[in-house]
């Protein structure tokens, strides 16, 4: 189930702005579109997007680039040195240089949102598109000597990065986008008893509680793998997913991890799932974590 969504004053301000949606669903189109010219590398590409390899959403790493350019654009030109006008006009461009790279992991990671939290996306999307071109038209200002239109420029384009950084927070604390949504910390350290081992049918995905703890439970042949059935991602019911090829696929956003070690196979999800042991005693499944 859900967590049901509070909403902070500038959440409930941004879902009253229902033309979101149809920008997203524009967006959303453009997005799919662009992914699907990449044929089978198309999730390859997204595991790269989302920070899968790295076990880390890539989205926040990336967007320190742009932001501390900025910063040191900003400094710069509230000095208002002339020596200081190389490393204004320099650390612009290396932001705007950059910026397009976290735009992209961004939009991979907005593209399995849902609710509010897509609503919020977009408007984050949208204010930093037009930051970029706010900056954009600085550089250009700047390249043709108005420099006090090109700083005006700048400093109103440093003001929708903060609202946007506002924003961004909110998807973060708010929404838990990014955030481990498996329960790691819960899994029972001693051995609890799951299910009957004659209830598991081979290939099937179980749902069993471990001290109150939800696991999935699979029977491939002898073994009998159990994992944390919270998805990471979003906390999507593993449960309810799908089988292939040793791993669950999470049904709602594809999300693939391995039942061997529970490490993710696919994203949008970036963070394992536990991974717990298992025996059978006196026909019980029994589960603990897989350390201690
Ligand atoms: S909740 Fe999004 S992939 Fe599982």
């Known amino acids: 189930m859900r967590r049901r969504e509070v909403p902070t004053p500038v959440t409930a301000l941004v879902n009253r702005q229902r033309w979101l949606d ?18 089978n590398r198309q999730q390859s590409v997204r595991n790269v997007l989302h920070g899968t390899w790295l076990g880390h959403p890539l989205h926040p790493l990336l967007v320190t680039v742009p932001l501390g350019a900025w910063t040191v654009t900003l400094v710069c030109d509230a000095l208002g040195r002339r020596r200081l006008h190389t490393a204004a006009d320099a650390s612009l461009a ?31 999307a949208l204010l930093n598109s037009l930051a970029l071109l706010l900056y954009g038209s600085s550089w250009f200002a700047r390249r043709a000597e108005a420099r006090g239109l090109g700083q005006a420029l700048g ?14 927070g909110e998807l973060v604390y708010r929404h838990r986008i990014g955030v481990d949504h498996a329960r790691d910390d819960d899994v029972p350290a001693e051995w609890v ?3 009957r081992a004659d209830t ?3 290939g099937k995905l179980v749902r069993a509680e471990a001290a109150g703890i939800p696991v999935l439970l699979v029977r491939q042949g ?23 090829d040793g791993s669950v696929v999470c049904p709602w956003h594809g999300s693939r991890f391995a039942l061997a070690d529970g490490r993710v196979l696919n994203g949008p999800a970036t963070y394992p799932v536990p991974c717990l042991m298992t025996r059978v005693r006196e026909g019980q499944v029994e589960v603990r974590a897989a350390f201690g």
């Open 22 to 39: 149809a920008a997203g669903e524009t967006l959303g189109r453009g997005i799919q579109a662009a992914l699907g010219q990449l044929g």
């Open 94 to 124: 290396a932001g705007l240089a950059t910026a397009p790279f976290a735009a992209l992991a961004g939009m991979a990671d907005w593209t399995a949102t849902d609710g509010t939290a897509r609503r919020v996306g977009v408007a984050h």
């Open 200 to 202: 598991l049918e081979d």
């Open 155 to 168: 400093f109103a384009g440093f003001g929708v990065v903060l609202v946007s950084g506002y924003l961004g």
């Open 222 to 244: 002898e073994t009998i793998y159990a994992l944390g059935e919270t998805c990471s991602h979003l906390g999507g019911p593993l449960a309810q997913g799908q089988l292939v």
């Open 193 to 195: 008893p799951v299910a």
